[in-house]
C-alpha cells in the first residue's frame, strides 16, 4: 500500500472532551510529522516523530501529544478540547533516508469543536 | 525564526493568461524551498522544489519557480494556466538542518473561463 492515510476524515467533538487522530503512512517511513491547519491559513508543525520518540515540537502545548508503532502508524492526541483546535490535521511521513523534501502528505481529518 | 510570507491571497486570472504567485522568506541562512498545491478536501502535493544547484526549477505540469537569494524570494510561475489550476497553492521553506517546514499562509489561485 502507498501514501499516508488517515482516519477519520471528519470528526465533531464538544469543547473539553479528548480526540485521537490516526494515521498509517507506508512501509520503510519511520519519520512522521503532524501539522495543524487552521480555516484560510497555512500548516504548522506540531511535532515529529523518529523511531517512536519525539524529536522535534513546534510551539504547541502539552495537550497535544503522539505516538508511534513499529508498524508505521502514529496517533496524536488531544486533550481538553478548545474551540481553537478547530482546523485540519494534516500527517506527514517519509524514509529516514530522505530529508525534509521526502515528506508525503495525508489528506487530513477536518476536526470541529463545538 | 523562519517566516514565509505569501503576498497575494487571492489571485484570480483568465484561462491561459501568464500567473506569478509570489513568495518571501525570512531565512538568511542556507535553507529549503518548496511549493506545495492544496485541492479542496485534499492534503497537500509536493509541486516543486529547491536544494541546491540551478536556481530555476520545473515542475512537470508547467509551473517553475526562481530562487533569489538576495531577495529571498522564491515566486512561482507558469506562462499558461488551466481551469484544472484552480488551488490552493503553500510556499514553504525548511532549514536545511531543521525537522519542519514552515508554511505560507497560501494564495488561492482560481482560473477563470
Known amino acids: 500500500e502507498t501514501g499516508v492515510t488517515q482516519s477519520p476524515t471528519h470528526l465533531i467533538k464538544t469543547r473539553g472532551q479528548q480526540v485521537t487522530l490516526r494515521c498509517s503512512s507506508q512501509?520503510?517511513?519511520?519519520?512522521v510529522s503532524w501539522y495543524q491547519q487552521a480555516l484560510g491559513q497555512g500548516p504548522q508543525f506540531i511535532f515529529q516523530y523518529y523511531r517512536e520518540e519525539e524529536n522535534g515540537r513546534g510551539n504547541f502545548p502539552p495537550r497535544f501529544s503522539g505516538l508511534q508503532f513499529p508498524n508505521y502508524s502514529s496517533e496524536l492526541n488531544v486533550n481538553a478540547l478548545e474551540l481553537d483546535d478547530s482546523a485540519l490535521y494534516l500527517c506527514a511521513s517519509r524514509p529516514a533516508t530522505s530529508t525534509n523534501y521526502g515528506y508525503t502528505f495525508g489528506s487530513g481529518t477536518r476536526l470541529t469543536v463545538v | 525564526a523562519q517566516s514565509v510570507t505569501q503576498l497575494d491571497s487571492q489571485v484570480p486570472v483568465f484561462e491561459e493568461a501568464p500567473v506569478e504567485l509570489r513568495c518571501n522568506y525570512s531565512s538568511s541562512v542556507s535553507v529549503y524551498l518548496f511549493w506545495y498545491v492544496q485541492y479542496p478536501n485534499q492534503g497537500l502535493q509536493l509541486l516543486l522544489k529547491?536544494?541546491?544547484?540551478?536556481?530555476l526549477v520545473e515542475s512537470i505540469n508547467g509551473f517553475e519557480a526562481e530562487f533569489n537569494k538576495s531577495q529571498t524570494s522564491f515566486h512561482l510561475r507558469k506562462p499558461s494556466v488551466h481551469i484544472s489550476d484552480t488551488a490552493e497553492y503553500f510556499c514553504a521553506v525548511s532549514y536545511r538542518s531543521a525537522r519542519q517546514l514552515t508554511f505560507g499562509s497560501g494564495t488561492q489561485l482560481t482560473v477563470l473561463p
Open positions: 512501509s520503510g517511513h519511520n519519520t
Open positions: 529547491y536544494l541546491s544547484g540551478s536556481t
